[in-house]
């Protein structure tokens, strides 16, 4: 049981310890027909580049044909084994890889990121410098302005960090005790 408990341990301070150098980003999208997306995601810092790693996006529909969009809350897809390779989303009508490329331009890549909402899909993706699109596995694209920024330094982080290193003082009292 005590080794159980050790183990317990050590695994939970290398989860927090590995999610130590996670951001978190505020996204916004405004598309040409006055198309909104919203949200906070967070992302992990692998090789020079964040992978997404969570959080959700807010979609509401606007323009003439609103019934294009899908209005809803949809979850970051965080599934990519070959990141930063592009992967096939679940319904096979994107490609993407989850890759923010934050203080650059484009921030994300063609691939884009991608959220879902029960089968619907959402991909953010860009076509190049300063071109970005917000698309919908319906057939709705339209495209966007976007805006992305760090929220607070170290908010995430700083929380994540002392989360170690109290597992690391929770250890080392239960080891040399």
Known sequence: MKNLFKLTIVAG???VAAQANAESFNLS??????????G?????L?????????GSVNLVPGGDNPNDFTAGIY???VFNPI???EILSPSGYFIYDNEILY?????????GLLFMDGSLELNLFSDGPSVYQIY???????YADPNINKTPDGAPTAGLLGGALAGLLALRRKLFA
Do not use: M
């Open 13 to 15: 301070t290398l989860v």
């Open 29 to 38: 999208f405004t598309g040409d027909d006055g198309t909104t997306v919203n």
């Open 40 to 44: 906070q995601v967070d992302a992990v």
């Open 46 to 54: 692998k090789n020079g580049t964040y992978e997404l790693s969570g």
């Open 75 to 77: 979850s970051a897809q």
């Open 83 to 85: 990141f930063p390779a």
């Open 103 to 111: 203080g650059q331009n484009p921030f994300v890549s063609n691939g």
């Open 136 to 142: 919908e596995n319906n057939g709705a694209n339209v």
